[in-house]
């Protein structure tokens, strides 16, 4: 733990895993779903619930856009 007190003593939460994902070639305008998953010991995988997003609507040839989705790991006092 690189934190050191209060960071990892007070309402401190792990923040479980983190993942990075890059999604070339989707269609505008178009809504895709996804889901994470995880290898077990056993072999076998869990599932998370399936999610969706939109992707851009279309606003030009050779256009670059680039998008950045942050979920809140929060803390409650």
């Known amino acids: 733990m690189p934190c050191s007190s209060p960071a ?6 792990d923040p479980g895993f983190i993942h990075t994902s890059f999604l070339k070639d989707l269609w505008p305008n178009t809504v895709y779903t996804y889901r ?9 995988y869990i599932w998370s619930k399936t999610y969706l997003f939109k992707s851009s609507p279309y606003p030009g040839q050779d256009s670059l856009q680039r998008v950045i989705i942050f979920g809140d790991m929060g803390k409650v006092v």
């Open 8 to 13: 990892r003593t007070v309402g401190w939460r």
């Open 36 to 44: 994470m998953g995880h290898l077990l010991s056993s072999g076998s």
